[in-house]
């Protein structure tokens, strides 16, 4: 089977090593990045391009695409392979607006009675600024359309909610994305990711990951697109995940179905778990990033077969095998980021790091320059450790993170520690 990946991150470098480990599959991706053109065929092609990639899709001869950014699911990729007669893994556009309208998500939420921070929609600057004035308390601010991870302000302060709305109503920082606001309720709690593989009336869960949002260690600092994952999640058993699937992820599908926009392909809710129970804080069209980066070294069986079964519309024939043990990784980050990261930096160490046991490394921001690796985004590697305990696969992790060299590398150091805490303290309960 060829299979093609869209994509450049470390994401789709996961996915390709997972497809290019699958006996009889032939990976490509578009455009990929240097690391995934070790194990795969990289096509320079815009994931935006969408006839483009059609094109490619066709001259290649791809059976499957898999698609990995949430920006060409809702420019409508899926809709223009569909016409085409080439198979895409992935939501409509039309239903790609769970990701791509907050708005559109959180009326959804309201209609079918998915648990979610309380939430008023602004099209007007002027009213959206006296309400966060008349609140008095710190809220959270969100554009309505895709901003690129950066979309969302969670305001510690009243002035800091103001300057969100203005950047994104009045200085239009994220273009029309910005015209309109969601303005909700600030929740406390742990963030969980649950994904699902969704045919359009059936799902099947995937284990839950935790992220680590923030910049710095102990959630301190800017909200990134995520700087480290682990799996499984100690604080998230069988028990919890019954319960996001019946009060989240069944009633998202539902609603979508009722909406005329069944939704087919990976669902990702964004979980706070606050003490009144879990409540969603975005959907999204697509694995995460860097949540992919753990599941898919975990999944024991087929991720072909698993696509397979979306696309035919068995999902319900399918289920998951996970390798025993545990996965965290580590994003290597570059100076600035998320700001304006520096690039150009020469890298040293990677293959070395990714001869470790245990060890997988994926690239992200990377690419070469004179034949020499060199740093490109502000995410640039993602170092993934396996082992039988979180504590083993954080050890390996953290192993090749201190291996690889480049200037301003800058990583957090605690991904996983509290799971590993929770999992430690559980055992010894058990023992005592
Ligand atoms: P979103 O893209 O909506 O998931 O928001 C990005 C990040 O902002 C989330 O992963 C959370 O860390 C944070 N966030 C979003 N909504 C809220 C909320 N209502 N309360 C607290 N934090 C939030
Ligand atoms: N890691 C969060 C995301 O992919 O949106």
């Not at 791509?100 to 099209?123: E, N, Q, W």
């Not at 309400?131 to 302060?157: E, I, N």
């Not at 969704?198 to 697109?225: A, F, M, Y």
């Not at 069986?301 to 696309?311: D, I, K, T, Y």
């Amino acid at each position: 089977m060829r299979a093609l990946v869209v994509g450049s991150g470390g994401r789709e470098h996961a996915l390709a090593w997972a497809i290019a480990r699958e006996r009889g599959a032939v990976p490509f991706c578009a455009p990929g990045n240097p690391g995934a053109a070790e194990i795969a065929t990289c096509v320079a092609c815009s994931p935006m391009d969408l006839d483009a990639l059609a094109d490619c899709a066709e001259r290649s001869r791809i059976d499957l695409t898999i698609v990995g950014p949430e920006a060409p699911l809702a420019a409508g990729l899926v809709d223009v392979f569909a016409r085409r007669g080439l198979r895409a893994l992935g939501p409509t556009r039309a239903a790609a607006r769970l990701e791509a309208s907050k708005v559109f998500m959180k009326h959804l939420c309201r209609r079918y009675g998915i648990p979610t921070a309380p939430f008023r929609v602004f099209d007007d600057p002027g009213q959206a600024i006296a309400y966060l004035r008349g609140a008095g308390r710190p809220l959270v601010v969100k554009a309505d359309g895709l901003a690129a991870g950066k979309g969302v302000v969670v305001a510690s302060t009243v002035e800091e909610g103001i300057a969100a709305v203005e950047a994104m109503m009045i200085e239009r920082r994220f273009g029309d994305a910005g015209a309109r606001v969601v303005i909700e309720e600030a929740l406390e709690g742990e963030e969980l990711s649950v994904f699902a593989l969704c045919d359009g009336t059936s799902l099947v869960p995937l284990i839950p990951v935790q992220d680590h949002k923030r910049l710095r260690d102990g959630d301190r600092g800017p909200n990134t697109g995520g700087m480290g994952a682990h799996a499984p999640v100690p604080q998230a058993g069988p028990e919890l995940l019954d319960r996001i699937t019946d009060e989240v992820l069944e009633p998202v599908l539902w609603a979508m179905a009722q909406e005329g926009c069944p939704y087919r392909g990976v669902l990702f809710a964004g979980l706070m778990l606050t003490p009144e129970g879990p409540r969603v804080l975005e959907f999204n069209v697509r694995l995460g990033d860097p949540e992919a980066q753990v599941l898919v070294p975990l999944l024991a069986g087929s991720l072909l077969e698993a696509a397979e079964a979306v696309l035919a519309g068995r999902v319900d024939r399918w289920a998951p095998r996970w390798r025993p043990g545990a996965a965290v990784c580590v994003v290597l980050c570059a100076d600035g980021y998320p700001g304006r990261p520096r690039t150009g930096a020469p890298i040293a160490g990677v293959r070395d790091a990714a001869a470790l046991p245990g060890t997988v490394v994926f690239h992200a921001g990377t690419a070469i320059r004179d034949g020499r690796l060199v740093t490109a985004g502000g995410r640039v590697l993602n170092v993934v450790g396996m082992g039988a305990t979180v504590a083993e696969a954080r050890e390996r992790a953290y192993r090749a993170a201190g291996m690889i060299e480049y200037e301003g590398k800058v990583y957090r150091h605690d991904i996983g520690a509290r799971a590993q805490s929770v999992a430690r303290a559980t055992a010894e309960q058990r023992r005592a």
